[in-house]
């Protein structure tokens, strides 16, 4: 468990809150690309991080990240006119470029738009992987972009599940990089079978496993860390193991063990201290990766009917996530449908911020408990001048970086399971198995 000082570092990220200081310094994702497709297409409000945004595709396709409050009287530029290069705000008509150039000032004398000394506030921001991602810290800080593991290159396929959540973005996280939860919480979702390796169905996914109590293993990595989740096998449980390895890559993203078909990866966003963006994607090269429909529909997080407009979702607390106690008498585990909603209830029922004061932890949340002191030691070292994690040298480019899961012979070192040649070196292992 945390002391209540420890915890309020770890979930706040408001204001000069020292966790959001410390995002800032990373490439963070801030919408879909679908959400602003069109040139002078209808401007998106974004809020991260506590601070309220406006998100533009020009007319020559440009993308801006602006601050959405208006230079001259503050007013919210999300509702304005996105038209002929730029954002006009509608109380005045002050027109602002992607880059936060201004454009026009209708209310003023010419001349004074030549003399501008200002400029609207803007953030650089980068498309890969079906997102905008925008570097929101000191520019004299910024390093170069990278695409994200999970698209490392413009070829790879990414579907992507998105919703709020009206909860502190660590719970989340918590949950991602939390192994043992899946034997109940997604039993009926993760099914054992008698496979060499888990599956990914369009209604239920596979695991070559029963066994709901894994031994976990960390390894510390200069971007975050790597940790296994190693049960019994269904089939040759004397000679081998099922492993599934979780990464975390600072500061927002969990690529989770994939499965026979497709990657699969989450990120959480904070949206302020209790509210979060939670992202989850289906990736990869090759044919089996799902559609954006078809895994939107796995998920139950089709917008317009499983989410609204807003990626609001239909299943919240209120109506205690649609939870079906028949199904769970015919043998449905939890009664309610779609692997998020099944964490959501579990997050969001843990209150606005967890209180980590008061839990009792167990040998199943080893990751947990080094995912905490992993966060608040970079935090302490961020503060004191170091980097943040992932921007340590000797770096491992992000392309490298993945995770990993199957049956494999109780002598294999898990530690170079899904390892690629430049993170075997940087970590020090002597070979990478493939």
Not at 81 to 104: Q, S, T
Not at 139 to 161: C, D, L, Q, S, Y
Not at 188 to 211: E, Y
Request: charged content about 25%.
């Amino acid at each position: 468990m945390l002391i209540h000082d420890q915890n309020t570092r770890l979930c706040r990220v408001e204001g000069d809150a020292p966790m959001g200081r410390y995002m800032r310094r990373s490439w963070l994702p801030v919408a879909m690309s679908e959400e602003v497709a069109e040139p002078d297409g209808a401007p998106l409000p974004v809020r991260i991080l506590g601070e309220n945004l406006v998100l533009f595709r020009d007319s020559e396709g440009r993308l801006g990240l602006l601050d959405d409050r208006c230079a001259h009287r503050k007013a919210s530029l999300s509702y304005g006119r996105n038209e002929e290069g730029g954002l006009r705000c509608l109380y005045h008509g002050w027109k602002f470029a992607h880059d936060g150039e201004v454009l026009e000032m209708p209310t003023e004398p010419p001349a004074a738009c030549a003399a501008l000394k200002f400029r609207q506030k803007s953030y650089p921001v980068e498309e890969a992987g079906g997102f905008v991602w925008a570097w929101l810290g000191d520019r004299e800080t910024m390093p170069a972009f990278e695409p994200p593991p999970f698209a490392p290159t413009p070829g790879h396929k990414v579907a992507i599940g998105k919703c709020m959540v009206p909860c502190n973005w660590a719970q989340i996280l918590e949950g991602q990089i939390d192994s043992a939860h899946s034997s109940h919480l997604h039993s009926s979702d993760m099914v054992p079978a008698r496979v060499g390796r888990a599956g990914g169905g369009a209604q239920t996914w596979t695991r070559p496993s029963t066994d709901k109590a894994p031994r976990l293993q960390v390894q510390l990595t200069n971007y975050g860390f790597r940790y296994a989740a190693i049960r019994r096998p269904i089939a040759n449980a004397n000679t081998h193991d099922y492993i599934r390895v979780t990464t975390f890559v600072s500061p927002l993203l969990c690529l989770i063990p994939p499965n026979a078909s497709h990657g699969v990866a989450q990120i959480t966003v904070p949206i302020d201290d209790t509210h979060s963006w939670f992202y989850f994607m289906a990736f990869g090269d090759g044919p089996d990766v799902p559609s954006t429909e078809a895994w939107r529909r796995f998920l139950a997080l089709t917008p317009g009917v499983d989410v609204d407009e807003r990626w609001h979702k239909r299943r919240t607390q209120d109506n205690r996530f649609e939870q079906d106690r028949n199904l769970m008498r015919l043998g449905n585990f939890t009664g309610i449908k779609g692997i998020p909603a099944q964490d959501m209830a579990m997050w969001e029922t843990m209150g606005p911020i967890a209180d980590r004061t008061t839990e009792r932890l167990g040998a199943s949340d080893i990751a947990i408990v080094q995912w905490r002191r992993l966060m608040l030691d970079a935090l302490d070292a961020f503060e004191n001048g170091a980097p943040p994690l992932g921007q340590v040298e000797p770096r491992v480019p992000l392309a490298e970086i993945a995770s990993f899961e199957g049956v494999v012979p109780k002598t294999t070192d898990w530690r170079t399971l899904g390892v690629k040649p430049r993170e075997a070196e940087v970590l020090g292992l002597a070979t990478a198995a493939e």
